[in-house]
């Protein structure tokens, strides 16, 4: 056998190498986690309170807002919004901050989606 068949042979053709290419260079493109604010429910924050709060720091319509507190009220709690760690972070201190300053026992909470 001549060196040119040899060579032949034993490399891989180009379209082995593009695959190999493909699967290797893998970008290190990661996602940043994404974290879930949830509502939880209680029986002494008044329902008009709890609408606000979801119109005020969450930029839902009326409806969105109703809809959003009468869940949380018939199922004990519900997912509001996902937003980046920071964005999260600050919307649960608003809530808090604005239901503490009204004396409202409303809780809200982030966790990892
Ligand atoms: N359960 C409250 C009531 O009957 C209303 C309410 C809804 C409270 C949602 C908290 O996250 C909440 N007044």
Redesign the pocket.
Known sequence: MNVLSERMMSEKDDSEEDQELLVKTRPKTKKPPLYKVL?????????EF?VMILERFFGLTHAQAFDI?IT??KKGLAVVGVFSYEVAETKVAQVMDCARQHQHP?QCTMEKE
């Open positions: 509502l939880i429910n209680d029986d002494y924050t008044p329902m709890v507190m949380v009220h409303l």
